[in-house]
């Protein structure tokens, strides 16, 4: 028999580093001889995006195209730290050390128009970016600025349980409704609508990318993924044991963008790579105790665990009856 049942979760998140460890990330733009904006940032991109949403919060300082926006990043030679592709940070943290150095550029490139007007006599003249690097060398300026972002958080009073351990916060909320084999255990997700804040969406398209991939992420760890770790021996070391969803697997998502702009986020953003695959556990868990009553308390909830659990709660109900 095949039951359907419906669930909620909902997670808080705290980004960055949290407990008062410093938290810094460091940046250096230029205007080089073609005209472009070059971004010198440690922030590393691993799939997540970082070099699409810098380089936007860039461009958006500069009023200038993407096109004009050169990012140089993942280079210790040349490229000041951003500290760490974790904790959901580099929007936040390295978005606003990017948006503080392209601020001191823009005063300085406004500097150099300003001395080059006053020079030529022209007031109502458009320089161009490549005009405006040719106008800086014959002033003797180099176009160049760094500046660096510290998130603030703070350590946790023990005594009074008080404190900044975390900043910013999001916010997710996800509601599933899965349907439950009860003779095989087999648990197939249906549907999922995932409410995500975002504090201010810079990229919607990628936040609805990585709300979909953090669920899958949330519903592998949830159904699928099992280590089999025994006297410290991983025994699923390869896929055909380590269990994942294929596309196959993956339910229809509704994406819903939450935006509740950070006053201190770049823009008002916040970053989002972990918080969007929390949320997907308590809620598929939920609806598995609405469909077939059963709370579970490992995982993955395997189909042998399920079944084993259904027959437990059908024993239990039995005795209970007589």
Same mark, same amino acid.
């Given at each position: 028999?095949?039951?359907?049942?419906? +669930?909620?979760?909902?997670?808080?998140?705290?980004?960055?580093?949290?407990?008062?460890?410093?938290?810094?990330?460091n940046?250096?733009?230029?205007?080089?001889?073609?005209?472009?904006? /070059?971004?010198?940032?440690?922030?590393?991109?691993? +799939?997540?995006?970082?070099?699409?949403?810098l380089?936007?919060?860039?461009?958006?300082?500069? +009023?200038?195209?993407?096109?004009?926006?050169?990012? /140089?990043?993942?280079?210790?030679?040349?490229?000041?730290?951003?500290?760490?592709?974790?904790?959901?940070?580099?929007? @936040?943290?390295?978005?606003?050390?990017?948006?503080l150095?392209?601020?001191?550029?823009?005063?300085?490139?406004?500097? /150099?128009?300003e001395?080059?007007?006053?020079?030529k006599?022209?007031?109502?003249?458009?320089?161009?970016?490549?005009?405006?690097?040719?106008?800086?060398?014959?002033?003797?300026?180099?176009?160049?600025?760094?500046? #660096?972002?510290?998130?603030?958080?703070?350590?946790?009073?023990?005594?009074?349980?008080?404190?900044?351990? @975390?900043?910013?916060?999001?916010?997710?909320?996800?509601?599933?409704?899965?349907?439950?084999d009860?003779?095989?255990?087999?648990?197939?997700?249906?549907?999922? @609508?995932?409410?995500?804040?975002?504090?201010?969406?810079?990229?919607?398209?990628?936040?609805?990318?990585q709300?979909?991939?953090?669920?899958?992420? +949330?519903?592998?760890?949830?159904?699928?993924?099992?280590?089999?770790?025994?006297?410290?021996?991983?025994?699923?070391?390869?896929?055909?044991? @380590?269990?994942?969803?294929? #596309?196959?697997?993956?339910?229809?998502?509704?994406?819903?963008? /939450?935006?509740?702009?950070?006053?201190?986020?770049?823009?008002?953003?916040?970053?989002?790579?972990?918080?969007?695959?929390?949320?997907?556990?308590?809620?598929?868990?939920?609806?598995?105790?609405?469909?077939?009553?059963?709370?579970?308390?490992?995982?993955?909830?395997?189909?042998?665990?399920?079944?084993?659990?259904?027959?437990e709660?059908?024993k #239990?109900?039995?005795?209970?009856?007589?």
């Amino acid at each position: 028999m095949k039951k359907r049942g419906k +669930g909620i979760g909902a997670t808080f998140y705290g980004t960055g580093y949290g407990n008062g460890f410093p938290d810094v990330s460091n940046c250096e733009v230029e205007l080089n001889c073609q005209g472009k904006i /070059v971004v010198y940032t440690g922030a590393t991109e691993v +799939g997540q995006g970082a070099k699409t949403v810098l380089s936007q919060i860039a461009a958006e300082v500069m +009023g200038v195209d993407l096109d004009s926006i050169v990012l /140089v990043c993942e280079d210790t030679c040349c490229t000041p730290d951003a500290g760490t592709a974790a904790a959901s940070r580099q929007t @936040y943290n390295t978005g606003n050390g990017v948006r503080l150095a392209c601020i001191k550029l823009k005063e300085m490139i406004k500097k /150099v128009e300003e001395n080059h007007k006053r020079v030529k006599g022209l007031p109502d003249e458009i320089l161009t970016m490549k005009e405006i690097y040719e106008a800086s060398r014959a002033q003797a300026i180099i176009l160049k600025a760094r500046d #660096s972002f510290t998130a603030c958080t703070s350590t946790m009073d023990e005594e009074n349980g008080q404190g900044s351990p @975390y900043w910013p916060y999001t916010f997710s909320c996800y509601a599933v409704e899965v349907e439950v084999d009860t003779e095989t255990g087999r648990i197939e997700v249906l549907n999922a @609508y995932c409410a995500q804040d975002v504090g201010k969406a810079i990229n919607p398209v990628l936040i609805e990318g990585q709300i979909e991939g953090g669920f899958a992420m +949330g519903m592998s760890w949830t159904l699928y993924e099992d280590l089999n770790l025994n006297q410290g021996i991983i025994k699923n070391n390869n896929f055909s044991k @380590y269990i994942i969803p294929t #596309s196959m697997d993956m339910p229809d998502i509704c994406s819903i963008i /939450v935006e509740d702009e950070e006053s201190t986020g770049p823009y008002g953003a916040k970053g989002i790579g972990e918080p969007v695959m929390l949320a997907a556990m308590p809620a598929i868990l939920n609806a598995i105790h609405d469909a077939v009553g059963i709370r579970v308390t490992k995982l993955p909830a395997s189909p042998d665990y399920i079944v084993k659990k259904i027959q437990e709660l059908d024993k #239990s109900n039995l005795i209970e009856r007589k």
